[in-house]
């Protein structure tokens, strides 16, 4: 088990096994959840998740949203973006600093 991993279709996320990232191809929200809940327990410190899966996944994904690890990182998929990764990073920045300084 590596400490970074990647969820999403397999062409979304192929490219991460090259990079010696652990790489799931899971595109439904439930087992998605599932996943992300099972690499939590084996330590895994950073999941990317698609877009896509990111937002099926919500509830599972919310639930880690204030814990040290692991971190949920949404990323575009092969298919372009949804914004879901920006919002997430603008919301993210404005709870750090207490203001809104991206866009």
């Not at 895994?44 to 899966?53: A, D, G, S, Y």
């Not at 937002?55 to 998929?77: E, H, N, R, W």
């Amino acid at each position: 088990m590596a400490d970074i991993a990647m969820i999403g279709d397999k062409d979304s996320v192929l490219l991460g096994r090259a990079a010696g990232l652990d790489v799931y191809f899971e595109t439904d929200g439930a087992a998605a959840g599932k996943l992300i809940d099972r690499l939590a327990r084996e330590n895994t410190r950073i999941i990317f998740v698609t877009e896509p899966v990111f937002l099926a996944a919500k509830a599972t994904v919310d639930k880690y949203i204030s814990s040290a690890f692991p971190a949920i990182i949404p990323i575009p998929s092969g298919s372009g973006t949804t914004g879901v990764a920006m919002d997430n990073i603008k919301a993210n920045v404005e709870k750090a600093i207490g203001a809104s300084i991206l866009f």
